[in-house]
C-alpha cells in the first residue's frame, strides 16, 4: 500500500512540474468553455429544459466538463502511449519481474496524475465560467464532497479503459489505432459533446447505460444536484460497478497477455 | 525562387517517407484515417442532435451551418495536413532533437512542417469536404460559376489563414518550449467556433476573430455574402472578398516571427 501510495505521489509531482504546459491548458480550456457555452445558451434559448437541463444547468455542464476534461483523461493524454511504448520495445518484461503489480501500479501513478490536474486545470476554467456565467453551482459542502466522491470513480473507469486499450498493442504491435477509436467513444458517450439526455430517444438511454456515461456526465449531474437520497447511491453503485467490471476485465486481460509475452533478447 | 523549389521538395521527400513508414502498420493507419475522419465528424454529429431539437440556431437553418461548417472543417483539414505537425516544435526544443533539423541543407521549416507527416489527415479534410458537399447542394443559395470559384478561393485562402496560425503556434514554442496547448485554442478552437454562426457568440468575441486574429475571413464573412446575410459588425460588402489578401498578409507576417523565434532559438547543449 506504501508503495502505490508512493506512486501515486510521484505522479503528481511529475505532472506539477510541467507549469507552462499546464497554464496553456487551462488558458485552453477556459477558451472552449467559452465557445461551447455561447453555443449552448443559443440552443437553450431555442428549446429552454432541453435534456431536463435550465439554462444555468447547461452552462454548469459545459464548464465543469472542462474543468475535467484533464482529470479524467477524456481526450486521452494519460499513461496509455506510455505503457504501450513499453510493450513494444521489450521494457514490459522489467515491470513484470518488479515486485509491483501492473494494473494496480500505473493506476496508482494515474491517480497522482489526476488528482494534479483536477487542482491545476480544474479550479481556474471553473471559476471563470462561474464569474461569466450564472452557473448552477451548490453551496452545500456535502454536495461538493460527493461529487469529489463521483469524480474520483470517474478516474478509476477512464483508466480501466484506457489500461484495456494499451493493453491491445501485446497482440496488435502498433495500438494507436486502437487508443484513437477508445477517444472517440469516451468524447462522444461521455456527454462531453452534449449531455447524454439530450441525445433521441433509446439512444439515450443506452448512452447513459455505457461505461462512458460514468466518466462526465453522472459527475456534473451529482454536483447540479439532479440525483437525491436513493438516486444519488444508485448514480455512485452504477459508477462503482462498471470500476469493479472493468478493473476486473483489465486483470483478465493483463493475466493472458503476461502469459503471452515474449521477451526478444540482445 | 529556386530556394523555394528546394524547400517543396524536400518537403515531399521527407513526407513521402513518413507516408512510406506509417504503411508499415497498414491496418492501423486505416483505423487511424478513419478514426480522424469520425473525430471531425463527431462535432457535426453533434450539430445534427441539436436540430433533431430545434429548427434554427442563431438564425441559421441546417444547411446553412452545414456549409459553415464544411468550409472551415475542409480549409482546417487542409492546413492540419500541411502544417498540424509543426506543433512538434516544443517538444524538439525541449529534448535537444531541434539541432539535427538545422545542420542539414534543407530549409528548417520544411522539414518541420513535413515532420511525422501524417495522410490520415485526409480523413478530416474528406469529412468537411462531404459536409461542404451537402450544405452546398441544400442551402439555399442560386448557384453561379462565379459563387463556386468564390467558395473555393474561400476554402484555398481558410486554409492559408490555419496555416498562419499553425506556424505562429509553432513559433510560439521557441519561447514558450512546453506550450503547445496554447496554439490548440486558436486552430482547434478557432474551427470548433466557426462551425457555429457568428449570431450565435457574444459581438466582442466576434470583433477578436475579425480583427485580432482574422479567423472571420476563413468562413464567416465569405459564407454569409454566400447566404445573402448581413455579417453581425455591419462591415462593408468589400470587406467579406478580402480572405485571399488577409491570408497572404498573414503568411508573410507570421513567417517574419518564424524567422525571429528561429534566430533566437537557443540549443540545450544536451
Not at chain 1, 502498433?174 to 461521455?190: E, K, P, R, T
Not at chain 2, 528548417?108 to 459536409?131: C, E, K, M, N, Y
Not at chain 2, 507576417?253 to 547543449?269: C, E, F, H, K, P
Amino acid at each position: 500500500m506504501r508503495l502505490y501510495a508512493a506512486v501515486a505521489v510521484s505522479g503528481f509531482r511529475r505532472h506539477a512540474t510541467y507549469r507552462m504546459a499546464t497554464a496553456a491548458g487551462v488558458f485552453t480550456n477556459t477558451v472552449f468553455g467559452f465557445i461551447l457555452a455561447y453555443t449552448f445558451i443559443a440552443l437553450w434559448d431555442e428549446r429552454p429544459h432541453l435534456g431536463g437541463y435550465d439554462r444555468g444547468q447547461a452552462l454548469t455542464f459545459v464548464w465543469v466538463g472542462q474543468a475535467l476534461l484533464a482529470a479524467v483523461s477524456l481526450l486521452g493524454g494519460g499513461f496509455e502511449q506510455e505503457l504501450q511504448a513499453r510493450i513494444r520495445n521489450g521494457d514490459i518484461a522489467i515491470d513484470l519481474y518488479r515486485p509491483a503489480d501492473l494494473q494496480l501500479w500505473w493506476l496508482a501513478a494515474d491517480l497522482g496524475r489526476a488528482a494534479f490536474q483536477l487542482l491545476g486545470r480544474g479550479v481556474v476554467p471553473l471559476t471563470a465560467g462561474a464569474l461569466c456565467f450564472e452557473l448552477t453551482l451548490p453551496r452545500d459542502p456535502l454536495r461538493w464532497l460527493l461529487f469529489l466522491c463521483a469524480v474520483t470513480l470517474a478516474v478509476v473507469i477512464g483508466f480501466a479503459l484506457r489500461f484495456l486499450l494499451a493493453l491491445c498493442a501485446f497482440w496488435l504491435l502498433d495500438g494507436d489505432g486502437v487508443i484513437m477509436i477508445g477517444q472517440l467513444l469516451c468524447v462522444f458517450f461521455s456527454g462531453s459533446l452534449l449531455p447524454l439526455t439530450v441525445f433521441p430517444g433509446a439512444f439515450a438511454d443506452v448512452a447513459q447505460a455505457l461505461p462512458w456515461s460514468a466518466v462526465l456526465q453522472v459527475p456534473v449531474d451529482v454536483l447540479i444536484g439532479r440525483y437525491a437520497g436513493a438516486g444519488l447511491a444508485g448514480a455512485l453503485g452504477f459508477q462503482a460497478g462498471w470500476a469493479a467490471v472493468l478493473l476486473a476485465l483489465g486483470r483478465l486481460t493483463q493475466g493472458r497477455a503476461t502469459r503471452k509475452a515474449v521477451v526478444q533478447g540482445g | 525562387m529556386a530556394l523555394w523549389a528546394h524547400a517543396v521538395r524536400a518537403y515531399l521527400l521527407i513526407a513521402g517517407m513518413w507516408v512510406r513508414s506509417t504503411m508499415t502498420y497498414r491496418a492501423s493507419f486505416v483505423l487511424m484515417t478513419i478514426g480522424n475522419c469520425v473525430a471531425g465528424g463527431l462535432d457535426f454529429l453533434a450539430i445534427l442532435l441539436m436540430f433533431s431539437h430545434i429548427d434554427a440556431l442563431g438564425g441559421f437553418t441546417l444547411p446553412e451551418v452545414a456549409l459553415l461548417y464544411g468550409a472551415t472543417c475542409t480549409s482546417f483539414g487542409l492546413a492540419d495536413l500541411i502544417l498540424g505537425n509543426a506543433e512538434r516544435v516544443g517538444q524538439r526544443v525541449r529534448d535537444g532533437t531541434f539541432d539535427t533539423l538545422l545542420v542539414r541543407p534543407v530549409p528548417v521549416l520544411a522539414q518541420v512542417a513535413a515532420d511525422r507527416f501524417a495522410l490520415r489527415r485526409l480523413g478530416r479534410t474528406s469529412q468537411g469536404l462531404a459536409v461542404l458537399g451537402w450544405g452546398v447542394a441544400s442551402a439555399d443559395v442560386a448557384w453561379t460559376p462565379l459563387k463556386a470559384l468564390f467558395l473555393l478561393v474561400t476554402v484555398v485562402a481558410g486554409a492559408a489563414i490555419f496555416c498562419a496560425v499553425f506556424l505562429a503556434g509553432a513559433a510560439f514554442q521557441f519561447w514558450a518550449s512546453d506550450a503547445s496547448e496554447v496554439a490548440n485554442s486558436f486552430t482547434y478552437g478557432g474551427v470548433t467556433l466557426l462551425q457555429y454562426p457568428p449570431t450565435v457568440f457574444a459581438r466582442d468575441l466576434v470583433r477578436g476573430v475579425t480583427f485580432v486574429v482574422p479567423l472571420a475571413f476563413v468562413n464567416w464573412l465569405p459564407v454569409l455574402r454566400l447566404l445573402g446575410r448581413d455579417d453581425p459588425l455591419h462591415l462593408p460588402g468589400w470587406v467579406s472578398l478580402c480572405g485571399p489578401l488577409v491570408a497572404v498578409a498573414l503568411l508573410a507576417l507570421t513567417g517574419l516571427v518564424w524567422r525571429a523565434g528561429l534566430r533566437s532559438y537557443r540549443s540545450t547543449g544536451s
